[in-house]
Nanobody
């Protein structure tokens, strides 16, 4: 089992920044792939960014490429999502997710473990 806890959401004006954190516990993550997803009201959950915990570059949805940056701290078992130049359409609940294996998955059904989510609201 992997437990995931997100934090860092909040209310920010358009053009501003936020940094989300995802603290993982319960398993060694070296064989896992981690991801960030978001879900806006009335919309399906969508992929934002992901990374193989063992290494490699993060990958991003086109809608956030160049504005969001995923990073991780292996020692703390924590993943971060730095969000810059936020737009109104970035408003959503953001979820951290994990899946066993190294496949770079973009679909929510490929992930086995989920955090509770953190709300990000961008005012226009």
């Amino acid at each position: 089992q992997v437990q995931l806890v997100e934090s860092g959401g909040g209310l920010v004006q358009a053009g501003g920044s936020l940094r989300l954190s995802c603290a993982a516990s319960g398993r060694t993550l070296s064989t896992y792939t981690m991801g960030w997803f978001r879900q806006a009201p009335g919309k399906e959950r969508e992929f934002v960014s992901g990374i193989r915990w063992s290494g490699g570059s993060p990958y991003y949805a086109d809608s956030v490429k160049g504005r969001f940056t995923l990073s991780r701290d292996n020692a703390k078992n924590t993943m971060y999502l730095q969000m810059n130049s936020l737009k109104f359409e970035d408003t959503a609940v953001y979820y951290c997710a994990a899946r066993a294996g190294s496949m770079l998955a973009r679909m929510s059904y490929d992930y086995d473990y989920w955090g509770q989510g953190t709300q990000v609201t961008v005012s226009s």
